[in-house]
Every structure is written in C-alpha cells, then in structure tokens.
C-alpha cells in the first residue's frame, strides 16, 4: 500500500481558510489519482474532492464545489485540498489516499494506507 502523510488543518472560524497537504516518499506517486475523503463525528467518510494523475481531472462534491479546490504538484510528490468559505459542517477528520481514478474514489477503491489524518474544526 501506498504510504501517505497529511499535514495542515486546525482550527477556524466560519468563512475562514485552511490548506490540507499530503505527500509520499513512493516514486509511483505520479502514476495516482489523488483524493480527499472525510469523516465527521457520527458519520461515514465520505469523498470530498479527488484529481487524475495529470491534474487535468477533477472531482468536488457538491456541498464543496466553489469553496474547495483540489490541486497537484508531481514534481513535489504533493496533494493540496485549499478549503475557503469553511462552515460549521465541514468539521471532521480529513484523509488524503491514492487510487487508480477518480472514478475509483467514487467507489472508495483506495491503493493507500489510512493515516491518522488532520483534523479540521470550524467554529461558527
């Protein structure tokens, strides 16, 4: 499995930003689709965003569209989840994960390991 790390989140106020990244040391990190899943308190994770191996692919669910983009650096192996407008209800833990497509986000067909995340808590 392909082994990730997350950073960035915390908190903030409502209509405030924040930027996730994700990264791994795997040279096979161009060869992923790159995603964005969360999981509130008491509720299944969910797919928030993902993006093809080129990044000319996106997907922003639609509670999301408009205030998150999902964005890609292959030469720094890095995935980026910029989040402005942040509301009360995007309050959770946030996993980056790889996957063979986008479409394969939409399934939750994950190559990744699950890390521990990064919390983001909006404060309304």
């Known amino acids: 499995q392909v082994q990730l790390v997350e950073s960035g989140g915390g908190s903030v106020q409502a209509g405030g930003s924040l930027r996730l990244a994700c990264t791994t040391s795997?040279?096979?990190?161009?060869?992923?689709?790159m995603g964005w899943f969360r999981r509130a308190p008491g509720k299944e994770r969910e797919v928030v965003a993902a993006?093809?191996?080129?990044?000319?692919?996106?997907y922003h669910r639609d509670s999301v569209k408009g205030r998150f983009t999902i964005s890609r650096d292959n030469a720094k192996n890095m995935v980026y989840l910029q989040m402005n407008s942040l509301k009360p209800e995007d309050t959770a833990v946030y996993y980056c994960?790889?996957?063979?497509?986008?479409?394969?986000?939409?399934?939750?067909?994950?190559?990744?390991?699950w890390g521990q995340g990064s919390q983001v808590t909006v404060s309304s």
């Open positions: 795997e040279d096979t990190f161009g060869t992923y689709a």
């Open positions: 993006i093809s191996q080129s990044g000319g692919g996106t």
């Open positions: 994960n790889a996957a063979a497509s986008v479409e394969s986000f939409l399934h939750a067909i994950v190559a990744g390991s």
